[in-house]
């Protein structure tokens, strides 16, 4: 058994960076022993935990005893960090959105395959327990055969305030959360996107999109709805899947929600409701008894499982978790979402 | 004042016409003394109110006794029926959707303005309490700027088991609840409709939608979704609505629901929150003393209103609440829907 131990450094000490040295403590296969930051508070931070400060980038990459560069910088900055670290005979670890845009993507992949070094984007969201348990619930066809998701997150304080108003830095929130959203979607369907219809909002002003709204066709018929809001006060659930017999509800990262399936052939006609001004038989409930409410199933799960197989990758003992040929259609998707939203027309794909 | 109690024959004695029926028990200038009914079970249920029976529908246009014919039969025979009424010298309350497409609403619209006799169709939801609620917290500002509406209902219990199913009738969930969430829509938006992208549902194998799926944008950039669902076993809010300043959700007929409004800059930074496997600071809810949260304004409304205003109409003392106008707008957006969801592209209007 292989018990070398990878040194990391992290490239970029922010709120991202930070975490993943915490997340490294309880991991025994990487170490973390160096940081790069710009910033001197930061550089303060990480002396404070002990690890080395680099003077500038190119010292980490010349720097013999690095195996691995973990790259969270700002989004714009991920392209030339990462072709550097691979050409120096890096592997690499690189927060998400990966990139600006899909070519960028594809020439880091290129110069993985040229070096042999690994590439890996943390898409840390796959280890969201309520993602999992509407992947169990759709895998295990529990609703019966799933037409509809809707995955969203919703917030009321706008974009935070750094670097992620900026265009140019890849700012906006189609690249901080539509891109977690969509990887998860596109794990949870494998079937082909065929249509994109978008509209981001810019309703608090900024030059970047402050939310999003994409709805999605699949070949075969299934739809999505994806949406990503910075000003709702009032929060619509994280999922809503419906299936042919039942549908499921997350509601927050609480885990509270519900699934509710069908039994039986509900035999009897529906008895009209009042409902409002008037009555109506199509929207009165079924009757309890043929309906099942139970509660969302939890999942025990283990974020260290990315780092552990990010080593594993690197010694070619077991497949990858996170593959650069879904981080490509995830950016591809993107940009078709940004094509939607400036044209105002659906996008047709086979992707 | 004028005290004339007008006479009204119901055509189609089913779940809505005698609805409108036991309505207009209340309704003290309007009397209904007849009713129209092509089958024997429903003659018998209107005999046994007291109602004369009308052997065929031509006997009802000919009876000078009668002022107004209420029509409550399958869509597909609302023009025909309208027309001969309004030409035979009786104003008509027709049900919802008025006629199957925009060029019947018009030409009922022309032989109405030529005999002089009211058309007006019963847009019932326009009293909906939930309706009227959302109206009122958008009218008075109290979200701030609205940018955003979403309106539906939500079922599990597919199409009722009639002629609903029949696409030659008029059937499917467009014409039968869509009508009532655009109406409603188009009088909280005033600004024109700039494009429509629509999904309708064909999950049931029926050959009519069980469902649709409606992004709509407005002149100066709000935006909507209308959704009807048959195949929901756990139903989403009746309406969300985002405006700068709060939101609003109105979750059942119950009138369950709140709003949040922000009271004041939140001038702190916000504090990262776990959520699943990852921190976020966009997502962290607010504190809590800057938001209030409050029910839902309760409505007093009286859905004999339609009525009065009826026979206003007629005597010419009121401004309709109905107007033909708004029908024939409805009619042309829906029209709009259709060709969306057949083409799978946006359509773009100015209506």
Same mark, same amino acid.
């Given at each position: ?13 922010? =709120? ?15 170490? #973390? ?6 910033? +001197? ?62 070519? $960028? ?34 895998? $295990? ?11 969203? #997150? ?23 959360? =539509? ?66 017999? =039942? ?26 409701? #009042? ?12 009757? +309890? ?63």
């Amino acid at each position: 058994m292989n018990d070398k131990i990878y040194s990391l450094v992290i490239v970029g000490y922010g =709120g991202m960076g930070s975490q993943h040295g915490r997340k490294l403590e309880n991991v025994s296969r990487i170490k #973390v022993t160096g940081v790069f930051d710009i910033k +001197e508070a930061r550089q303060e931070a990480a002396r404070a935990q002990g690890y080395k400060i680099y003077e500038d980038y190119q010292a980490v990459l010349d720097d013999p005893s690095v195996d691995i560069v973990l790259i969270a910088t700002p989004n714009d900055s991920h392209h030339p960090i990462t072709i550097q670290a691979l050409n120096a005979g890096k592997h690499v670890i690189c927060e998400k959105p990966a990139m600006m845009n899909s070519q $960028e993507v594809e020439e880091v992949m290129s110069a993985s395959a040229q070096t042999g070094n690994v590439f890996m984007v943390h898409q840390n969201r796959r280890w969201d327990e309520d993602y999992l348990a509407i992947k169990k619930l759709v895998d $295990e066809n529990v609703l019966g055969e799933v037409f509809h998701v809707e995955s969203r #997150v919703h917030g009321s304080r706008g974009i935070p305030g750094d670097w992620r108003h900026d265009l140019n830095r890849g700012g906006g929130m189609l690249l901080d959360w =539509g891109v977690h959203l969509f990887d998860r979607l596109l794990l949870l369907f494998p079937q082909k996107v065929t249509s994109v219809y978008a509209k981001l909002s810019y309703i608090l002003g900024h030059e970047v999109d402050d939310g999003i709204k994409v709805f999605l066709t699949f070949e075969g018929g299934r739809t999505a709805l994806v949406e990503v809001g910075t000003t709702n006060f009032i929060a619509l659930p994280l999922w809503y899947v419906t299936g042919l017999n =039942g549908t499921a509800m997350i509601e927050d990262w609480d885990m509270n929600g519900k699934v509710a399936t069908w039994d039986q052939a509900d035999t009897k006609d529906a008895v009209p409701i #009042v409902a409002g001004a008037g009555l109506t038989k199509t929207m009165a409930p079924r009757s +309890e008894s043929t309906v099942t409410e139970t509660p969302v199933p939890r999942i025990e799960c283990d974020v260290r499982d990315f780092y552990y197989n990010f080593v594993d990758t690197i010694e070619g003992t077991a497949d990858r978790i996170v593959k650069n040929e879904e981080v490509l259609r995830i950016m591809t998707l993107m940009e078709a979402v940004f094509e939607s939203d400036r044209t105002g027309q659906v996008v047709h794909l086979n992707l």
